[in-house]
């Protein structure tokens, strides 16, 4: 453990934001704690998070008394250590101030983040353990983002990860009118995991990385320039000339980490969630919108809202990936011609995507109609059992491709027009696991 760091005059539970008035750098080896700013996704209210579309269908408070209980530093230096991870947790008079923030002031936001949990952190692990890095990282969206989906911070940073749009273009996520993958916690994850492993490789110590994960990873090249001995410099050796904000950046991101795991132990009470968790996604043939998928899939707008946040506008373009829960792709499936009857916009799609030919039948009087046409009809009322016929008839070649860096199961599936459900049926998959050079097969 690094020695303690002094910390001079800090005022009490964080009543201000900022503990500095201007941008200091300075080559006095103290610890100013004064000097640095709190993340913003501690700065969220409890009321505010509750309002957040993910969570205001999604959340309720958990069963249980909530109490402050505080301990002395030797029992929370004691808790750190065993935390098993490679991210080095020391408490100091900086670190100790964040956990105190925590477990007192914020303690109710606590509560909530621990229900958005449940959903997230899965998703958040999945892909850290593609790139074999600590799973600790998972909260790193806790002081981005008080685990919001769409959050967007003051210089315009935006999801779960809080990419800015260059960042997060650089690493594969797309932002237009309709969509803003930023917010897409599968395709941000994954972004973050692969951003995270870069800045490691550059940096060979998580303090840094982490650091520069905030501020960018050229101002921590810049503050161990002017320490002028980067070899064996961390974070706490070049406190001091990093930018305001990253100086509380992971002393928060240690006081989270220990939360999260001990909040029990401070009488806090998780809140209680009921977003699915089990979801899978499918491929949209053509755009459409929430509304319309709702209405066939027993499922509601808000609930479509909480699990795609990407989609800005409540429409999903054509080729682009929905998540459903896990029920609902049955439903999603057996009724897809009727879902995209009228466009995401209210118009009548061209004749190549018009409504469903079961649909124009049921209003038209019954002598009217071709007997061409009702064999027609016929044949589609019986799609799914059809279905299975033909899935026994086509035991023809099966086709395999290999995944490469980067690869996920949505872009396979996209790219040879089938589904992660079948993709998993046909490979055994759970979740969504799979390693460059593995085989998977599409048919």
């Given at each position: 453990m690094?020695?303690?760091?002094?910390?001079?005059c800090?005022?009490?539970?964080?009543?201000s934001?900022c503990f500095?008035q201007?941008?200091v750098?300075?080559?006095?080896?103290?610890?100013?704690a004064?000097?640095f700013d709190?993340?913003?996704?501690?700065?969220?209210s409890?009321?505010e998070?509750?309002?957040?579309?993910?969570n205001?269908?999604?959340?309720?408070?958990?069963?249980?008394?909530?109490?402050?209980?505080?301990y002395d530093?030797?029992?929370?230096?004691s808790r750190l250590?065993?935390i098993?991870?490679?991210?080095?947790m020391?408490?100091?008079?900086?670190t100790?101030?964040?956990?105190?923030?925590?477990s007192?002031?914020?303690?109710?936001s606590v509560?909530?983040m621990?229900g958005?949990?449940?959903?997230y952190?899965p998703?958040?692990?999945?892909?850290?353990e593609?790139?074999?890095l600590?799973?600790?990282?998972?909260?790193l969206?806790?002081i981005e983002?008080?685990l919001?989906?769409?959050?967007t911070?003051?210089?315009?940073?935006a999801?779960?990860?809080q990419f800015?749009?260059?960042?997060?273009?650089?690493?594969?996520?797309?932002?237009?009118?309709?969509v803003?993958?930023?917010?897409?916690p599968?395709?941000?994850s994954e972004?973050?995991?692969?951003y995270?492993s870069?800045?490691y490789?550059?940096f060979?110590?998580?303090g840094?990385?982490?650091?520069a994960?905030n501020?960018g990873?050229g101002?921590?090249?810049?503050a161990l320039?002017r320490?002028?001995n980067?070899?064996?410099?961390d974070?706490?050796?070049?406190y001091?000339?990093?930018p305001?904000?990253?100086?509380?950046?992971?002393p928060?991101?240690?006081?989270a980490?220990?939360?999260?795991?001990?909040?029990?132990?401070?009488g806090?009470v998780?809140?209680?969630a009921t977003?699915p968790?089990?979801s899978d996604?499918v491929?949209?043939?053509?755009e459409?919108?929430f509304?319309?998928?709702?209405s066939k899939?027993?499922v509601?707008?808000?609930?479509?809202?909480?699990?795609?946040?990407?989609?800005?506008?409540?429409i999903?373009?054509?080729?682009?990936?929905?998540?459903?829960?896990a029920?609902?792709?049955?439903?999603?499936?057996?009724?897809?011609?009727?879902?995209?009857?009228?466009?995401?916009r209210g118009?009548m799609l061209?004749?190549?995507?018009?409504?469903s030919?079961?649909?124009?039948v049921?209003?038209?009087p019954?002598?009217?109609?071709?007997?061409?046409?009702?064999?027609?009809?016929?044949?589609?009322n019986?799609?799914?059992?059809?279905?299975s016929?033909?899935?026994?008839?086509r035991?023809?070649?099966?086709?395999?491709?290999a995944?490469?860096?980067?690869?996920?199961l949505s872009?396979i599936?996209?790219?040879?027009?089938?589904?992660?459900a079948k993709l998993?049926?046909?490979?055994?998959i759970?979740?969504?696991?799979?390693?460059?050079?593995?085989?998977v097969?599409v048919?």
């Open positions: 690094k020695k303690k760091i002094v910390v001079t800090f005022s009490i539970l964080f009543a934001c500095a201007d941008e750098f300075t080559d006095d080896d103290s610890v100013k004064e000097a709190m993340p913003e996704g501690m700065l969220i409890e009321d998070l509750m309002k957040d579309p993910s205001i269908n999604n959340l309720s408070e958990g069963i249980g008394v909530n109490r402050v209980l505080s530093d030797s029992v929370l230096v250590s065993r098993p991870t490679t991210i080095e020391p408490l100091n008079d900086v100790r101030k964040f956990i105190d923030n925590y007192t002031r914020m303690k109710g509560a909530i621990l958005s949990a449940n959903f952190n998703i958040f692990e999945e892909a850290l593609r790139y074999g600590p799973l600790e990282l998972r909260y969206p806790v983002s008080a919001r989906p769409t959050a911070s003051r210089a315009g940073a999801g779960l990860w800015m749009i260059g960042t997060g273009k650089r690493y594969g996520l797309e932002v237009n009118t309709l803003d993958e930023r917010r897409d599968i395709k941000s972004a973050a995991a692969h995270l870069d800045l490789d550059m060979g110590d998580w840094l990385a982490i650091a994960y501020c990873e101002n921590v090249q810049k320039t320490s002028g980067q070899e064996g410099a974070f706490w050796s070049i001091n000339r990093l305001r904000e990253t100086r509380g950046y992971v928060a991101f240690i006081a980490t220990y939360i999260m795991n001990y909040y029990c132990e401070h806090i998780p809140h209680e977003l968790l089990e996604t491929v949209v043939s053509h459409v919108s509304a319309q998928i709702a899939c027993h509601s707008v808000d609930e479509l809202r909480a699990i795609n946040p990407q989609y800005r506008k409540d999903v373009p054509a080729d682009y990936t929905l998540r459903l829960p029920g609902s792709i049955e439903d999603f499936i057996l009724y897809e011609d009727s879902i995209y009857g009228v466009n995401a118009g061209s004749s190549g995507t018009r409504r030919i079961t649909e124009d049921e209003s038209t019954m002598e009217q109609i071709p007997a061409s046409t009702t064999r027609n009809v016929a044949a589609k019986k799609k799914s059992s059809r279905s016929r033909s899935s026994r008839s035991k023809q070649q099966t086709r395999n491709v995944v490469k860096s980067g690869d996920t872009a599936a996209k790219k040879n027009g089938t589904t992660v998993r049926q046909l490979n055994g759970k979740g969504d696991m799979i390693r460059p050079g593995q085989k097969r048919k």
